[in-house]
């Protein structure tokens, strides 16, 4: 199916209908796919843009996966389903598309045993979702795809909306959960406290004065990591609209990327390539 899209290359999640499909939707999630040229299989990044669980920002998407390409990282874009999709149909969309690019991993040059997912906002929590709910990412119907596994070996989570209760962005928790969805239903999703020793190592960066998305999201999700000994790297910048993406205009801000950047390295130093 054509996608709006300016990828390289650009593939279906699902078959057929996905799973968990709203009534009367007409989206199709895709896979934007940016690899690098050599073929050499590398570690990898995933993206999911914010957009309040309501759209996807391409500044969040595209843009980010052109600066991981120049800093040695096949990535990839999630067009997951928004709103009036709700849970788990993202979850399911961003399980398949890690588990699509492991099944073509030789394909399109990527360790499948290496690859991050990188969140904003609404993303972010999409990201740290599958992060802590990837043994329930699996559809009702699943496939040979299905088979891989769905669990994320970093991630990065970029002002991400991650508690409820005081601190909660509930405009994403509508558009996910649904504006009736009840207060456990909601505080589910809090996933600062779905975080266990499983959660994988984890790059988080904020602003302090966020007024989109509190830093708090961030600080509390730390402090979760740290109670369950998940090795984890944070970076609050004192200032910054909610939304930077790459931050260009906010040259203190925009360090982010190159030590995102730094610390995969580090992350995925001992892994091994795969043979070829």
């Known amino acids: 199916m054509p996608h709006d899209s300016d990828a390289d290359i650009s593939v279906d999640l ?9 009534a009367g939707e007409t989206f199709t999630p895709w896979l934007d796919v940016y690899p690098l040229a050599n073929g050499e299989q590398r570690p990898a990044v995933l993206i999911c843009p914010g957009g309040g669980y309501g759209g996807r920002a391409r500044h969040e998407g595209i843009d980010v996966a052109r600066a991981f390409n120049a800093a040695g990282f096949p990535a990839f874009v999630c067009q997951y389903r928004v709103s009036p999709n709700r849970h788990p149909a993202p ?3 961003v399980a398949r598309a890690i588990r699509t690019i492991r099944a073509r991993a030789a394909e399109w040059g990527v360790n499948p045993h290496a690859i991050a997912v990188c969140g904003f906002s609404a993303g972010g929590h999409l990201t740290a979702s599958l992060g802590t709910l990837y043994r329930e990412s699996t559809p009702p119907t699943p496939d040979a795809i299905d088979a891989q596994n769905a669990r994320p070996d ?6 991400a909306v991650l508690a409820w209760g005081e601190f909660a962005h509930k405009g994403s928790f509508n558009n996910l959960l649904g504006p009736d969805a009840d207060e456990d239903a909601r505080a589910a999703m809090g996933l600062d406290s779905r ?17 989109g998305v509190p830093v708090e999201n961030s600080l ?12 984890f790297a944070m970076h609050v910048a004192p ?3 909610h939304g930077l993406g ?3 205009d906010a040259p203190y801000v925009a360090r982010w990327h190159e030590l995102a950047c730094h610390w995969l390295r580090d992350t995925f130093a001992d892994v091994p390539t795969p043979p070829a």
Do not use: K, N
């Open 154 to 159: 970093a991630l990065i989570l970029s002002y």
């Open 91 to 93: 979850l399911y969309d």
């Open 195 to 211: 975080v266990d020793e499983h959660t994988p190592p984890t790059f988080l960066w904020h602003t302090a004065d966020d007024a």
């Open 220 to 231: 509390l999700f730390a402090t979760a990591l740290r109670r369950h000994r998940v090795p």
């Open 246 to 248: 790459l931050a260009p």
């Open 239 to 241: 200032h910054g609209r």
């Open 14 to 22: 699902w078959p057929g209908t996905p799973p968990a499909q709203a």
